[in-house]
């Protein structure tokens, strides 16, 4: 099984807001926890929130925002057992990404096996 986390405007990875991005990763760490102990073997994650599509800042720093938070969550991920997943969203649910050489990309660039 894998848990389906919800992202809103208050759970952005690459929010312009420094205390939302905090917030979005401790989100994905509890959905960690809940994870584990209900035996299940990963969570799906976009970075940014459900139906955003406008960016808030340049995209090289919103990709630099989302490797830094989901390193970070995909790290506790890793002591857990649970895998992260990001998920590609289409264009009118999300702008940063939403083709799989993007989320490919972004898995590179996080370079943790706990993430893919």
Known sequence: STICAIYNPERDVVSSDKQIRRYAIEYIKSCVDFASTIGAQGISLTPTACMKIYQES??????????????????????????????????Y????????????????????????
Do not use: C, F
């Open 58 to 91: 340049d995209r090289e720093t919103e990709l630099n925002w989302a490797v830094e938070g989901i390193k970070e969550a995909g790290l506790y991920a890793g002591e857990h057992g649970v895998r992260l997943t990001v998920e590609p969203w289409n264009r």
């Open 93 to 116: 649910e999300n702008y940063l990404i939403n083709r799989m050489e993007q989320s490919l990309e972004l898995v590179h660039r996080i370079d943790l096996p706990s993430v893919g």
